[in-house]
């Protein structure tokens, strides 16, 4: 549980981080930023392991509301909403949150999320079902011989 609350800031963090720092060498330095790229892996190793997982199903509900609200942001502010104040991210985020939201990504990410924890088998017990054998053996009846590929017993 501890993990699905950690996991989707990391996985949001990375994403903001690498596509503010590609948008930022591509357009001041017209190079391809290495760095932005490696936040894109590791935020895409880390939603993977989110995705696809045994962790708890609320780990992936509670990231991918999270997401969806997120994603749902720049549609709200576009009819005349004001639901983000100014600053509430670090300048290196900034860039990559507003293309990842205006874009529509985050929203699918968030419904992702949300679709993968609905699944029943993320709901089971990791555990295994214990198996319980008796205490005896089974005794063997005397009307069936070891031959069980016969339709009935003959003499």
Do not use: K
């Amino acid at each position: 549980m501890v993990a699905g609350l950690l996991l989707p800031p990391l996985v949001a963090a990375g994403l903001w981080f690498g596509v503010g720092e590609i948008l930022l060498r591509s357009r001041t330095a017209f190079e391809i930023s290495w760095l932005g790229l490696a936040a894109l892996a590791a935020s895409a190793i880390v939603a993977a392991f989110l995705f696809g997982s045994r962790l708890s199903p609320i780990a992936s509900l509670l990231g991918g509301l999270a997401f969806g609200a997120l994603g749902v942001m720049p549609t709200l502010e576009s009819q005349g909403l004001r639901l983000l104040p100014d600053g509430w991210l670090p300048v290196t985020f900034e860039p990559g949150f507003q293309t990842l939201a205006s874009s529509g990504v985050l929203l699918f990410l968030g419904i992702a999320l949300v679709v993968t924890s609905l699944f029943p088998s993320r709901w089971r017990s990791a555990a295994e079902r214990a198996v319980y054998e008796p205490d005896y053996a089974p005794a063997q009846s005397p009307y069936y011989p070891d031959d069980t590929t016969r339709p009935m017993y003959r003499e």
